[in-house]
């Protein structure tokens, strides 16, 4: 693991490149613009995930890099899936991943007035019209990729008429559904989205912040480009299905009176192996109840990951590593725990931890007596120092390190077999004892007491070592561990999410045992227990028991088996 970190660092350390910055550093050579403003954009209708993720790095990183700005704006224009503990969660894990608006916190609907004002424009200059036209009616009259759109008998209201009627919409003379606003554009464009676009739909639901002020809202199109303008957004950055809305974007802004002239420019959405990153899936997993919350450790939101114990430098240094690209693709999930693994191993102390206890008693070990030894608290920081262990007659090992008919290439415990105990001695187990059933419960060993720290005095060969911890003060702990939601790195490709989801996900084991110095960990804070990952305390568990979540094992499964010992 050590041989590879100068060049994870060296990678770090590698300037960001990629079209986009390639284009934005163009803007400012050119003078096209003079300071860059940038804005992440997202709809309070659920949890921040790993996608948005990758925006907030880009729009706030490009902010950064390039001295420039970026605005946190809430795209809150369907009151009917927004709420405000989504508004709450989203500035809190923006501010988690490492990042900071600083006034420049912005509303959709600080611009109803004004957007509403430009919508009056447009009827003026006849192009916008109130159809009545029923929604099913409207959708089959847009027509198809080879057919053209036919007009709805409204297309042809007066000015004045449009006028009285947008105003009666307005004032909530109308039931939902009853009519839309629409533009005037061209029914026959190619892209569909040019094809007479709805602006407005009456809605009588009141919203977070404007309570019940209005009852008509504007669309994600009328709102989200103009919103841009109004606040002097240079560079307005989206993924790739947006592609197609931009040619309606310009065409608002070249038939509004707008401050300023954003440009849009699309960029590949993160996709990750066994991930499923669509927030309307993600809320019908909490609604259903089949993960814990949006910060069940299992969820691809920053929420989850940081119950998981991800670091959020992980995850910017992830979406660094991935980069920007104009293609869609599926990142391995490989690479995310890569990143992971690396911070983790730089910044997290090690401890012992036995997962699954099995008994052990050095039968000539003194009774009641207890020795101190000395353990290191970080193998490549001297400076995280160093603590005491307690060590006595009977300990708790791993379960899974003694094997009753051990195979040739198993080299831990055993009848016959001696191991070393990290920090301690080297112990050989002389026999089992079972109970009624035939489980093995208890090893019965012996330890050389010339072997102090571990050491074989006469150089004799001892290939396992072992983690334990002392019985005598040992800490009871829940310690659940995770696998991936889904069992498969294309989940949904066989058209049902569901059936793809992992029953293996979630493992609970509730009798495990902590060294004692584990009881002291501050929430947040990230450990690895020797040989068996690395570990966070639960931060949403309440009562007074120690509950620990594994953030990620050592190394990945494959890697695991080549090093089986
Ligand atoms: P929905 O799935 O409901 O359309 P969304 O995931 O696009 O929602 P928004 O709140 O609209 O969520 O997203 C905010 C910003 O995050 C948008 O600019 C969007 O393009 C970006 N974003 C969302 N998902 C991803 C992703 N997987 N990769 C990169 N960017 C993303
Ligand atoms: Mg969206």
């Known amino acids: ?63 950064t890099e390039f001295g420039g700005r970026c605005h946190l704006r809430f795209d809150d224009t369907n009151p009917v899936k927004e709420e405000q503990e989504y508004i709450d969660a989203i500035k809190r894990d923006v501010r988690w991943l490492g990042f900071d608006w600083g006034e420049h916190l912005y509303h959709a609907s600080d611009y109803f007035q004004t957007l509403y004002d430009w919508a009056e424009h447009l009827i003026r200059a006849g192009l916008a019209y109130v159809d009545d036209t029923p929604p099913d009616e ?43 606003l629409r ?63 931009r040619p309606l974007y310009e065409w608002f802004l070249g038939h509004l009176p707008v401050p300023a002239r954003p440009r849009q420019t699309e960029f590949a959405r993160l996709n990750i192996g066994y991930t499923v990153l669509s927030k309307r899936y993600l809320t019908d ?69 036995v997962l699954r206890p099995l008994k052990l008693v050095i039968e000539n070990f003194p009774e009641n007596h207890v020795e101190e030894l000395e353990a290191v608290n970080h193998p490549g920081n001297p400076g995280a120092g160093t ?27 055993a009848v016959g077999r001696e191991v070393r105990l990290r920090y301690a001695y080297l112990v050989t187990c002389r026999e089992v004892v079972k109970d009624a059933a035939g489980n093995v419960v208890e090893l019965r060993c012996t330890y050389d007491p010339a072997s102090r720290g571990g ?54 084991l509730s009798g495990a045992l902590l060294e004692p110095s584990l009881a002291e960990m501050a929430a947040g804070e990230a450990v690895q227990f020797e040989r068996l990952g690395y570990f966070c305390p639960d931060l949403a568990s309440r009562s007074d028991a120690l509950v620990f979540n594994r953030t990620i094992e050592l190394r990945d499964t494959w890697a695991k088996v080549q090093v089986q010992s």
């Open 1 to 63: 693991m050590d041989d590879k970190k100068p060049m994870l660092e060296a990678a770090a350390n590698e300037e960001a490149r990629d079209f986009i910055r390639d284009l934005v550093q163009a803007d400012l050579a050119r003078g096209q613009v003079q300071s860059i403003v940038t804005r992440f954009p997202p709809e309070p209708n659920g949890y921040l995930h790993l996608g948005h993720a990758k925006s907030i790095c880009l729009n706030f990183g490009l902010a």
């Open 138 to 180: 409207m959708r089959a009259m847009r027509g198809t990729l080879t057919e053209p759109g036919r007009a709805s008998p409204d297309r042809d209201r007066s000015v004045e008429t449009n006028f009285a009627l947008f105003r009666d919409m307005r004032a909530g003379k109308f039931a939902n559904g009853a009519c839309v």
């Open 183 to 245: 533009a005037k554009i061209d029914l026959a464009s190619g892209n569909m989205n040019l094809r007479d676009p709805v602006l407005y739909r009456i809605l009588h639901v009141a919203h977070p912040r404007t309570g019940t002020q209005w009852c008509i809202y504007p669309t994600y199109d009328f709102a989200h480009g103009q919103s841009d303008a109004l606040e002097h957004v240079t560079h307005s950055l989206c993924t790739l299905e947006f592609a197609d809305h």
């Open 285 to 353: 997993l909490v609604r259903r109840g089949i993960v814990s919350g949006w910060d069940d450790p299992r969820m691809p939101t920053l929420a989850g990951l940081r119950r998981r114990g991800v670091p959020p430098a992980a995850i910017r240094d992830f979406v660094r590593r991935i980069g920007m690209s104009k293609a869609n693709s599926v990142v391995d999930l490989a690479m995310f725990d890569h990143a992971i693994r690396d911070h983790l191993n730089q910044a997290a102390e090690r401890r012992m931890a």
């Open 387 to 413: 603590r005491r262990l307690r060590f006595g007659r009977e300990i708790f090992v791993e379960r899974d390190d003694f094997m009753e008919n051990p195979s040739n290439k198993f080299f831990r415990l």
């Open 455 to 508: 050491n074989a005095p006469d150089g004799r060969k001892v290939k396992a070592t072992l983690h334990w911890v002392s019985a005598r003060d040992a800490l009871p702990a829940e310690v659940r561990l995770y696998a991936t939601l889904f069992n498969r790195p294309d989940p949904g490709a066989s058209g049902d999410l569901d059936a793809d989801l992992n029953p293996g996900s979630l493992e609970v």
